[in-house]
C-alpha cells in the first residue's frame, strides 16, 4: 500500500507503483494483469496508469491483460431516470444534512420500527444503497407519518405508483449486494469471478421474461405490494374490480357475483362482515374464504393496549392469590365484546332453587 501525496494523476499512481515493485524486489516481466476501475487516470490511452503499465512490460519482454474491475460498486447500478427520482427522493429524506432532522429519525425507534434508525447514503458508496433503501421501506409508514408531523409531507410517500417503484428498487438492490458479496469471497480465481458474473447475466434475462409477464417471483418487496393491494380491493370492492385481473380461483365466482343485482344491493346496504357472512356457503365457497382471510387481518394496537392495561389493574401486588389460569380467566372476560344473556341462560336450566 502506497500513500499518494498532492496530485493523483496516472503518471502518480504510475510512480507509486513502479516504487512499490522496485522496493519488493519484484520482476516487472512477471506481471500477467492489470485491474483497475474506470477512472481516467487509470484508464486513459496514453497518460493512464494501466497504459503506462503495459508500456513498462514490454520494453521487460512480458505482457498483462488489462481488466476492469467487476467489482466496482459504482459499475453495479445501472441509472435510469426514473429509478434516480427515486433513489434522490429517498437520499433527501434522510440525508445528513440536519443534525437535529435526523436526530428526531432515531426517534422511530419509540414507535415500535423494524429498524431504529436508516443508514446515510453516499454517492460513492453502492453499497449503502441497499441497505438504506431496505431500511427506508420497512419504515415507510412511520417516516410518512414523522414528515406529516413536520409540517414536511411526502407526497411520493402516498403515491402508489412511486412506492411500487421504490419497491422494485429495493428488490433489485438485494440482488446487486448479493453479487458484490459473492465477487468479494475469498481465494477466488477468475474463473470464479466469471461464473458469478455469467450467472447474474442469466439472471437479469430471467427477470426481465418473468416481468415482461408480470411475474415478480423474485422480487419480494414488489410482489408483496402489487398482491396485498389487489387482495384488499377485491375485498372492499369486489363488484368493481376486473375479473381477469384476480386469481384464476376466484374468477367463476366473481363473474357470478358480479351478475347478481341482489347481491350488489346488499354489498351497499350491508357492513361487508355481513354481506361476506350472508353469501351462499355452496355458490360462494372462495369468494367466503378469501373474505374470512382479509378480515383476519385487523389493527391489533388498542386490544393490545386494552388487555395490558387490564393485565397491570388485575395483577397486583395488593392481591394475595393471582394463577396465571384465573390471570387469563379475568383477562377473557374483562376484554370480550360478548354480553351473556342471563334471563336465558336461567331459562335454559328449567330448574329453579329456593333460598332458605
Known amino acids: 500500500m502506497m500513500s499518494l501525496k498532492g496530485t493523483t494523476t496516472g503518471g502518480n499512481i504510475f510512480d507509486a507503483v513502479s516504487e512499490a515493485v522496485e522496493k519488493m524486489g519484484l520482476k516487472w516481466d512477471k506481471l500477467c494483469g492489470v485491474t483497475t476501475d474506470g477512472a481516467p487516470a487509470m484508464t486513459g490511452e496514453r497518460k493512464g496508469m494501466a497504459s503506462m503499465v503495459c508500456v513498462k512490460l514490454k520494453e521487460s519482454g512480458g505482457e498483462a491483460v488489462r481488466m476492469h474491475c467487476i467489482n466496482h460498486q459504482e459499475a453495479l447500478g445501472a441509472k435510469t431516470y426514473q429509478l434516480g427520482d427515486v433513489m434522490n427522493t429517498v437520499v ?35 453499497l449503502s444503497r441497499g441497505s438504506l433503501l431496505q431500511r427506508f421501506y420497512s419504515l415507510r409508514s412511520e417516516i410518512d407519518k414523522f414528515l406529516k408531523g413536520k409540517g414536511r409531507p411526502s407526497h411520493e410517500l402516498s403515491d402508489p405508483l412511486w412506492l411500487a417503484d421504490l419497491a422494485f ?16 469471497g475469498k481465494e477466488q480465481l477468475v474463473s470464479h469471478l466469471y461464473a458469478h458474473m455469467k450467472a447474474f447475466c442469466v439472471k437479469l434475462r430471467l427477470f426481465e421474461t418473468q416481468l415482461r409477464s408480470f411475474n415478480a ?3 419480494p418487496a414488489l410482489v408483496f405490494k402489487i398482491f396485498i393491494e389487489k387482495q384488499i380491493k377485491l375485498f372492499w370492492t369486489p363488484f368493481l374490480v376486473d375479473a381477469e385481473e384476480v386469481e384464476e380461483s376466484l374468477q367463476l365466482e366473481l363473474i357470478e357475483m358480479q351478475c347478481d343485482d341482489s347481491l350488489k344491493s346488499q354489498h351497499q346496504l ?24 382479509m378480515m383476519s387481518l385487523f389493527g391489533l394496537t388498542y386490544i393490545c393496549e386494552q388487555t ?13 392469590r393471582m394463577t396465571d389460569s384465573h390471570l387469563c380467566e379475568v383477562l377473557r372476560v374483562s376484554t370480550t365484546k360478548l354480553s351473556p344473556d342471563i334471563p336465558a341462560i336461567l331459562q335454559s336450566k328449567g330448574q329453579h332453587h329456593c333460598f332458605h
Not at 97 to 123: I, K, P, T
Not at 270 to 291: G, I, N
Not at 308 to 320: A, E, W
Open 92 to 126: 433527501k429524506t434522510v440525508i445528513r444534512a440536519r443534525g437535529l432532522y435526523h436526530r428526531e429519525f432515531q426517534a422511530l425507534s419509540d414507535v415500535d420500527a423494524e429498524y431504529g434508525d436508516v443508514l446515510y447514503h453516499s454517492d460513492v458508496r453502492w
Open 169 to 184: 428498487l429495493v428488490d433489485l438492490t438485494h440482488h446487486l449486494n448479493t453479487l458484490n458479496k459473492n465477487l468479494q
Open 217 to 219: 417471483a423474485h422480487f
Open 270 to 293: 350491508l357492513s361487508l362482515p355481513d354481506f361476506y357472512q350472508s353469501l351462499d356457503h355452496a355458490k360462494f365457497p372462495v369468494m367466503r374464504r378469501h373474505a374470512k382471510r
Open 308 to 320: 395490558f392495561s387490564l393485565l397491570n389493574q388485575n395483577k397486583s401486588r395488593l392481591r394475595s
